[in-house]
């Protein structure tokens, strides 16, 4: 059984092997571009531990695996946009290097390309691995679209916040995990289960981020500490902190999240907000919650102990992170 | 046997049918907005066609001719922000009525959407159309590359002109054929020869187009006649006056198409080289040709004539188009 650092290695491997420049090379080379920018490679790394925990054998899962990276990418090189991210992991974006419209164009490509790697090598299998791709690719715009309301939303509920993250973040992780025990012709109900723990995996990062963006050691963690909350980004601090705020400082949060970035005192401010109200400590307990709830899922796989180790390390790694 | 116009009648009611709106409704209402702003429906229409002719039934191939018709229109709405367009069939466009940000997510999502449509109804042929969708796909991204790159190239040869066109135009009348016949259990010669066809068609149409720009009726076609000229547009008449022209005549026209748009006495003077070349006439040929390769590849087909009375009329009505 391989551990996750040699999955994702394997993974890295596999990434290397491709050659990614076809005519016209205007489309293709802000796709080698970004791929080869790195990243941790955890989404098609999820994808090889599930193939391998369902039938021994990763390998088998490696053109899902890089389906599933190319689409984070994708995602990735088109959210920039957005953004007008000057920076993707310390390296000029795509839409900065070159412009908008072949930041578009090429993560259209992409996109594209992650559904023609799909099927290949598990042809039998293109029916169920193309409705679980769709749906996650779906899930994922759903996401970003609610994070992008959000910005314009004085208020956002614990809910919806939830949501939001469950739909931006973590069915990426559940569905690179479902393609690995589709190929690996899991059944349908431990198909089910490693859904649930990517899911709940996917929560657990992503509070995870938000707490470390506020409390995180900032030259650690690569941005400035409470960056977040200078941009008055809804995370699930602040969403947390309106349901448990009382009135007056319900009041002064919402005035200080609709102040600019760079506000003097506006971070520390908010901070003593969180802080009076606990919410570190609440945030963290709904984070040890989720991943309680994720390692269940796990167990109830029917798989014997050792072939789950992989992705019980991961679930440990996740909780110790620190950046 | 439906004909044409029926086929399309018969597509616009399912597309009237389906419910776009999900949520978050930022993400579906500008899908809704340019499925609903009209069209011609050519491309879903050959689809049916092709279904009808292989197995006597275009209804079995509703959901992949709406596949077709849903990816075509997130490929508008991504080239009229790459273009900055301001009106699409007289009517605003996505990034204009919202902005450019949500042009690319809800374009991302109908793309999404196309992938998840396609394989209804006929999953059985889930590969076969999940590799011609993508393989299409890629390819009009390909050709919409090459038709930027033109921009900022002084000479296109006849050849690259026409491979633009294939990529760009072509494959997509091509694909939707193909997609018809897959869900029909058209045999792979069959196959091969709708797709020929397609591809024969879509060329006779877009240097139909450009003749059209260059000499149409400039009321009847509803733009500026020779706006491709005054845009430094390449077109066939383009690449083939730098075919045919002698140096005098080559030098001048590579001046004229690097003025800017407006220049007085431009349009009128670069018509005049092409007239000198008489270039309409050799246009007009080379779409004749095409024509006829694409009726041989239909009569090719090894069903009875009758099945393919439709295929034929359009491309009957292709030729005598004036707009």
Known sequence: MKNF???????????????????????????????????????????????????????????????????????????????????????????????????????????ILSYQI???????????????????????????????????????SLDQYLEMIRLKTAVLLSGSLDLGAIVAEADLSDRKLIRDFGEKLGLVFQIQDDILDAYGDAELFGKKEGGDIDANKKTILFALALQHSNESQKKELLELYSSPAGTAGKIERVLEIYNSLHLRHKAEQMMQEYHQKALQDLQGILV????????????????????
């Not at 293709?28 to 599930?50: D, F, H, N, Q, T």
């Not at 193939?51 to 984070?72: D, K, P, T, Y």
């Not at 169920?128 to 956002?156: H, K, P």
């Not at 014997?304 to 950046?323: H, I, Q, S, Y």
Request: with cysteine; glycine share 4%.
């Open 304 to 323: 014997n102990a050792e072939a789950k180790a992989p992705l019980f390390e991961l679930a440990v790694l996740l909780m110790e992170r620190t950046v």
């Open 118 to 156: 799909l099927p290949r090598k598990a042809e039998v299998h293109a029916l169920e691995l193309l409705n679980t791709f769709s749906q996650t690719a779906i899930d994922v715009c759903r996401g970003q679209q609610m994070d992008i309301d959000f910005e314009s939303e004085v208020e956002v």
């Open 5 to 111: 650092l040699a999955l994702s290695q394997e993974f890295k491997s596999f990434l290397e092997s491709q050659t990614w420049i076809e005519e016209p090379k205007g489309l293709y080379e802000p796709i080698e571009y970004i791929l080869k920018i790195g990243g941790k490679r955890v989404r098609p790394s999820l994808c090889l531990a599930s193939a391998q925990m369902f039938s021994g054998n990763s390998e088998i899962a490696l053109n899902q695996a890089l389906a599933v990276e190319v689409f984070h990418n994708f995602t990735l090189m088109h959210d920039d946009i957005m953004d007008d991210a000057p920076l993707r992991r310390g390296q000029t974006t795509v839409h900065e290097k070159w412009d908008a419209n072949t930041g578009i164009l090429s993560g259209d490509a992409m996109m």
